[in-house]
């Protein structure tokens, strides 16, 4: 269960960091109404950070595949990176876009792997 809200959060967060510079920048009224800023970003990351852990190493327990491990960590660094580098937009959604990929990614990896040990016990 926690993969597939992981896989809505990444899909959410791209969602965000492709569309919604493309909304402000067809809309200027809307841009100056409401801009969610980095606190927006860290808020993300804060919940990415334990669900993705949850949901990665509760499968890995599961399963002992380390690639969703090494993708799903690649990911949230990226998402890291990409707060970090908040003043320049284009290193920013690139970083942020390329993160929640691999995470998301990740994510769809773990569950799958889940599902085909499960299969294989029953």
């Known amino acids: 269960m926690l993969d597939g809200l992981a ?13 919604l510079p493309l909304l402000l920048a067809a809309l200027p009224a809307i841009a100056i109404w409401f801009d969610p800023g980095e606190t927006f970003h860290v808020t993300v990351l804060a919940f990415a950070v334990p669900t993705s852990a949850l949901a990665l190493i509760g499968g890995w327990r599961l399963h002992h595949a380390i690639p969703p491990m090494i993708f799903g960590a690649g990911g949230l660094v990226l ?14 959604t690139m970083l942020s ?26």
Not at 101 to 117: D, G, I, P, Q, S
Request: aromatic share 8%.
């Open 7 to 19: 896989v809505c959060a990444s899909i959410v967060c791209m969602v965000h960091c492709l569309a």
């Open 79 to 92: 998402m890291t990176l990409g707060i970090v580098f908040g003043g320049r937009a284009a290193i920013e």
């Open 97 to 122: 876009v390329s993160g929640s990929l691999m995470l998301a990614f990740a994510h769809v990896a773990n569950w799958r792997r889940r599902f085909t040990h499960a299969a294989a016990i029953a």
